[in-house]
């Protein structure tokens, strides 16, 4: 069984920044993709951010140039940059990781989540 705690959730006032970190306990298959999800009271869960196991990345328009993904395999964790936020960043942000094979979802984890609070 795999669990994830995110931390570094907060509040910051527009253009600032802050630094989530989702740490991963339990054994992860080798091939994997690892993300960062936001939801906003009575909306759905929508991706903004993924890593492959092999390092390729992609982001949702929304948060192109602002956000960055990194993972470190060593330790077990993804973090994700987020710099220039604006008040609609506000959500819960949630960290996934999901187990593949050939295209297909094997497991599929989500962290408890985080509140990330935007405004002046």
């Known amino acids: 069984q795999v669990q994830l705690v995110e931390s570094g959730g907060g509040s910051v006032q527009p253009g600032g920044s802050l630094r989530l970190s989702c740490a991963a306990a339990g054994s992860i298959r080798s091939d994997n993709v690892r993300g960062w999800y936001r939801q906003v009271p009575g909306e759905q869960r929508d991706w903004i951010a993924v890593?492959?196991?092999?390092?390729?990345?992609n982001y949702a328009d929304s948060v192109k140039g602002r956000f960055t993904i990194s993972r470190d395999s060593a330790k077990n964790t993804v973090s994700l940059q987020m710099n220039s936020l604006k008040p609609e960043d506000t959500a819960v942000y949630y960290c996934?990781?999901?187990?593949?094979?050939?295209?297909?979802?094997?497991?599929?984890?989500w962290g408890q989540g985080t509140q990330v609070t935007v405004s002046s």
């Open positions: 890593v492959t196991s092999r390092g390729s990345t």
């Open positions: 996934n990781v999901k187990e593949v094979d050939t295209g297909a979802t094997l497991s599929d984890y």
